[in-house]
Structure formats: structure tokens, C-alpha cells
């Protein structure tokens, strides 16, 4: 029997067992490194002047196999919104309808630099770090709060099977527009029909995609 509160852990498919996807993880890294590295202290300088608080922010996602793992981003928000988040009844219960997230116009945790940085998914540079260390890839399905895995019902182990993304067929696709279960399609379709040509055509979207904006939360 299961142990409330623990994810079952599940075999890895294709794309988590594929050499080329870890190695394309790798080329990348390397690839981007001249204009990830500056642009990322830039932004780093940014958050630490304009707000009190540490510059990344950390947060528990489950990964490959139901591990969980620290996932990093650029803090957007004020210091204390974990606990604002926690203590906001309303609010909670509209992070929980929303799709575990909240609209930038609406979250006043958010702060100015925070929403440009969201709108300009700069705040999500420092998952390289996690590409690196290997509880992430370039492209996959994004990486979801545990309580969020509920959402995929029985098809929660093809989820959990490969490493989540930094840019993945949901972000491609609408992100924030995309509501479940039309998000847990995306995702099982991905898994099915993954080849590294896929990636690549994901990779090359991604771009298009971030400077639309659409569905940036």
C-alpha cells in the first residue's frame, strides 16, 4: 500500500533514457552559456536592488520518477508571499482553481520587476542550473507542485516517467491559457511522440512563444 503524501516511483520512458536528449541538454547549456551567464547577473543585480529579499527563489516540484527536487527561478514576488500565500484563504483557493498559479493583475505579491520578468520568462534563467544538474531538461513537461500530480489521474506515471522542462509542448501551446485536463493531453502526447526532432521543433517555437507573451502568468 502507498504511503499517503509519497509518489510511486516509475520506470523512466524513451526520452528520460535517451543518451542524445541528455547530451542536447548539455550542448545547449554550453550553447547559451555567453548570453545566459551576463544576462542572468544582470537580472540577478536587478532583483537583489529593487526589493528586499534573496535573489533566487526555490521551490519543491516533483521530477523523474516522483523524485522531488528544487526547482529555481528569478524571485518575482515580495519575501513573505509563501506565507501570505498560506495565510489568504481567498487567495489560496484561486491559486488552487487557477492551476496551482495566479494572474500577475491579480497576485499582489508580485513586484514590478517581478511581473516583466514573468512576462519575459527571464525568471526562469536559473533553471539551467537545474538542466545541469540533471533533475530538469530543455524540453518536457513543466514541472508541477505535488499536489498538482492528482490532476493526471491514471496517467500521472507517464508524467512522472520523463524529467520536466524548462520549455515544453504546454508552453508552446498557450501556457497559462491551457487549463487541465486539455494539459495533461499535451503532455501525454509529447511522451508518446518523442524523438529528438520534436524537441528540436519545440526549441525553435520556444522563442515565438516567450516574446508573444500569451498565456505568461
Do not use: C
Not at 48 to 60: M, N, T, Y
Not at 167 to 178: C, D, Y
Amino acid at each position: 500500500m502507498a504511503t499517503p503524501g509519497v509518489l510511486p516511483v516509475v520506470p523512466p520512458s524513451a526520452p528520460a533514457r535517451s543518451r542524445g536528449k541528455r547530451a542536447l541538454d548539455l550542448a545547449l547549456v554550453a550553447a547559451t552559456a555567453p548570453v545566459v551567464v551576463p544576462l542572468g547577473l544582470l537580472t540577478a543585480l536587478l532583483v537583489k536592488v529593487s526589493s528586499r529579499g534573496p535573489v533566487l527563489f526555490g521551490h519543491e516540484r516533483v521530477g523523474l520518477g516522483g523524485e522531488r527536487f528544487t526547482m529555481y527561478k528569478f524571485r518575482t514576488m515580495h519575501r513573505d508571499a509563501e506565507r501570505v500565500l498560506q495565510q489568504d484563504p481567498v487567495l489560496w483557493n484561486d491559486y488552487v482553481a487557477n492551476g496551482f498559479k495566479l494572474p500577475a493583475e491579480v497576485d499582489r505579491r508580485i513586484t514590478p520587476l517581478g511581473r516583466f520578468l514573468r512576462r519575459s520568462s527571464l525568471d526562469e534563467l536559473p533553471q539551467v542550473l537545474n538542466v545541469l544538474r540533471g533533475t530538469m531538461s530543455w524540453v518536457g513537461p513543466r514541472p508541477v507542485v505535488p499536489d498538482e500530480v492528482e490532476n493526471y489521474g491514471e496517467r500521472a506515471a507517464v508524467y512522472l516517467s520523463v524529467r520536466p522542462g524548462i520549455t515544453g509542448a504546454w508552453q508552446v501551446n498557450g501556457r497559462s491559457t491551457v487549463f487541465y485536463p486539455d494539459r495533461v493531453d499535451i503532455d501525454h502526447e509529447y511522451v508518446r511522440d518523442w524523438s529528438l526532432w520534436l524537441d528540436v521543433k519545440i526549441l525553435v517555437r520556444t522563442p515565438i512563444a516567450v516574446l508573444s507573451t500569451r498565456g505568461a502568468f
